[in-house]
């Protein structure tokens, strides 16, 4: 792996940790603000890291029994400053989210800047 590659890696292995502890605070700080969510037919801007905390608190309901989540991870591109990674999350026996995030480095540490989620992978 590349030096790029091991960040983004230990970035979403972080980003499995605090979904799977359940702390919205946590996965918080890992979204950039202002941060752009593009949803199938909505595009959501971010614009306070409140915005996100209360996202996640509000649905822990979806990943009800989930114990362990683990994070495919390719990096498509990156510049100078953002890498674009494919990630296929697993957990329940199988694939089932994927995503392509947009990270950015602001002061050596990585933020989600762009969230899209993907066609669900086969599984």
């Given at each position: 792996?590349?030096?790029?590659?091991?960040?983004?890696q230990?970035?979403?292995?972080?980003?499995?940790?605090?979904?799977?502890?359940?702390?919205?605070?946590?996965?918080?700080?890992?979204?950039?603000?202002?941060?752009l969510?593009?949803?199938?037919?909505?595009?959501?801007?971010?614009?306070?890291?409140?915005?996100?905390?209360?996202?996640?608190?509000?649905?822990?309901?979806?990943?009800?029994?989930?114990?362990?989540?683990?994070?495919?991870?390719?990096?498509?591109?990156?510049?100078?400053?953002?890498?674009?990674?494919?990630?296929?999350?697993?957990?329940?026996?199988?694939?089932?989210?994927?995503?392509?995030?947009?990270?950015?480095?602001?002061?050596?540490e990585?933020?989600?800047?762009?969230?899209?989620?993907?066609?669900?992978?086969?599984?």
């Amino acid at each position: 792996m590349t030096d790029v590659e091991d960040r983004v890696q230990e970035f979403f292995d972080r980003y499995a940790a605090a979904l799977l502890a359940r702390d919205a605070a946590a996965l918080s700080r890992l979204y950039a603000v202002p941060a752009l969510i593009l949803f199938p037919g909505q595009s959501l801007p971010v614009t306070d890291r409140g915005q996100t905390e209360a996202f996640f608190a509000s649905s822990w309901g979806q990943y009800e029994g989930v114990d362990e989540a683990e994070p495919d991870v390719t990096v498509l591109a990156d510049a100078p400053h953002s890498v674009w990674a494919d990630v296929v999350w697993s957990y329940g026996g199988g694939p089932k989210e994927r995503f392509v995030y947009q990270l950015v480095d602001e002061a050596g540490e990585y933020r989600i800047a762009v969230l899209t989620p993907m066609a669900s992978p086969a599984g």
